[in-house]
């Protein structure tokens, strides 16, 4: 069975190929299907932009379809950057340039409290789709470490570690990340969708509409 990822972002993809672990799946990326448009990710939450994508990308393609949105939540910017993560400098997208940005606003700040949140929508080809959501709890650092992952990963220490995202390595991070937890819960939600042929929701799928 042929599931696109909606994203054009190798490291996400990557990741998802290490944790949504399926055999009867052919995990594919939107570089599959260079003549659709741009989803614009206009929505006020992690949850309308990935069930966006998500059904986007099914109709035009008349396949499953996964998306997920993702970002950093900081408890001293009252959830910024949020749904802004990836464009949090501006555009183009510069994962130096939002880290910078975010160490300059928290210079000041003694609460350092900070999460990741993820959002995994799937939609079936008719446009049927439900969510599930993952957490990863931690802290933002004052200085970045690390040269692994991606984005906010040298920023930001788990809880219960006392390395970063980018010191820990793929194989620790895709153990415990938000990403992590939230494909862990579509792939117990949704396995029987994802292992079969059908074309819309199983009768049993469970799952947030």
Known sequence: MK???????????????????????????????????????????FVSNATKKA???????????LADDSGL???????????YSARYAGEPVDYRANNAKLL????????????FCCVVALSSPAGMAQVVEGYCEGRIIHEPRGTGGFGYDPLFVPEGYDLTFAELGSSVKN?????????????????GALSSADRDWPGHLTGQR
């Open 175 to 191: 153990g415990i990340s938000h990403r992590s937890k939230a494909l862990s819960k579509a792939q117990a939600a949704w396995h």
């Open 55 to 65: 059904v986007i990308t099914a109709l035009a393609t008349r396949e499953w379809a």
């Open 73 to 83: 939540e900081v408890d001293f910017l009252n959830g910024a950057p949020g749904v």
């Open 3 to 45: 599931l696109v990822i909606a994203t054009s972002n190798p490291h996400k993809l990557t990741e998802m190929r290490a944790i949504l672990n399926i055999r009867s799946l052919e995990l594919v990326d939107l570089s599959a299907y260079p003549n659709l448009p741009p989803v614009i990710e206009d929505g006020a939450t």
């Open 104 to 115: 300059a606003e928290m210079k000041n700040a003694m609460d350092r409290k900070a999460r």
